[in-house]
């Protein structure tokens, strides 16, 4: 028998006493790290700032989310498990994970991020007596990604096409390498470790991989530098930034399975899905990632029609 599909979204409500997944009561101490303790340790993250959208600053070891111990022990740890064991042999262990095991891993972290930040503006706004207010978009798109992250507790199948872009690459990282990123308006996310890079679009129904169809052609099964790879990642976020609309989903229980079905994205717009590439507004993401190198946005755009890049020659 399928689970009751949990909408924590639909009251605002992220209390302790509620499993972030499945919404059931659970214990105080019932509680999971964002990020994963295998990680936690193997890259000594559990002191490393974290600096979340308020400007305050938490830890990667301290930041939590309540979860029942049954789902914990059962359906993360194994999950985790297998991540792990990829991740540590390297990009052709990680090419063999599902895109949907990415996904689950990839949506967890990202949510659990999500889930923090908004139990600290609801707190903020609650501390000045006013009700706490989240952009509709906003609020569509945390909910499915939660919704979607039920796959992991019950029964789902995603029609046609997964609602996701997820991307694997060879990379040259040195071996104290790990470097995450997310953006969780645009639900975007990177990770550089061991030899791999990932990059993933975790709502916008392949749409990213179609726009980007002429470059992944280019580096498909190429091994890439750091400073690749990052303007690999400045492209995804950019794009994604100008990705316009906001996905919407046929969710269908039926005979015990949850079945997810993407609708067709122009919908009664003529508009092209994503707004007008600019030099400017990529150079000044492409310069955040190349920070290490320290290329300015001058240097980035002096041509803006063609634009530094360590990827491709004129």
């Known amino acids: 028998m399928a689970h009751t599909l949990y909408k924590p979204f639909k009251k605002l409500e992220f209390k302790n006493k509620n499993c972030f997944l499945s919404g059931v009561t659970i214990q105080a101490d019932e509680q999971i790290s964002v990020f994963p303790e295998w990680l936690i340790a193997q890259f000594q993250l559990a002191q490393k700032p974290f600096k979340l959208l308020d400007e305050s600053m938490a830890t990667y070891g301290v930041i939590k989310v309540p979860c029942s111990a049954g789902i914990a022990k059962y359906t993360l740890e194994p999950l985790e498990h297998e991540i792990q064991k990829a991740f540590n042999i390297g990009y052709e262990a990680v090419k063999n994970l599902s895109s949907l095991q990415l996904f689950q891993w990839i949506g967890k972290l990202v949510y659990g991020i999500i889930y923090n930040e908004l139990r600290i503006g609801i707190r903020e706004q609650q501390a000045g ?47 104290e390498v790990f470097n995450f990123r ?110 290490p190198w320290g290329f300015t946005l001058f240097e980035i755009i002096k041509d803006p029609e063609n634009p530094m890049s360590f990827l491709f020659d004129e």
């Open 182 to 291: 997310d953006e969780i308006n645009t639900l975007t996310f990177s990770l550089a470790m061991n030899d791999f890079g990932i990059i993933a679009c975790l709502q916008d129904n392949g749409s990213n991989a179609i726009y980007h169809e002429e470059t992944l052609l280019k580096v498909k099964d190429k091994t890439l530098k750091p400073i690749q790879f990052e303007e690999l990642i400045a492209r995804f976020y950019y794009s994604n930034y100008l990705f316009n609309r906001l996905p919407e989903y046929n969710v269908l229980p039926a005979n015990d399975v949850v079945y997810i079905e993407a609708m067709p994205l122009r919908g009664l717009s003529n508009k092209p899905l994503f707004d007008n590439w600019q030099a400017k507004p990529y150079g000044q993401v492409l310069e955040n990632f190349w920070k």
């Open 129 to 175: 007596g006013e009700d706490f207010l989240l952009a509709e978009g906003l609020m569509y798109k945390f909910g499915n990604l939660q919704l979607m992250l039920q796959s992991l507790i019950q029964p789902m199948q995603f029609e046609e096409r997964p609602p996701w872009t997820i991307q694997i690459f060879k990379v040259e990282n040195s071996p």
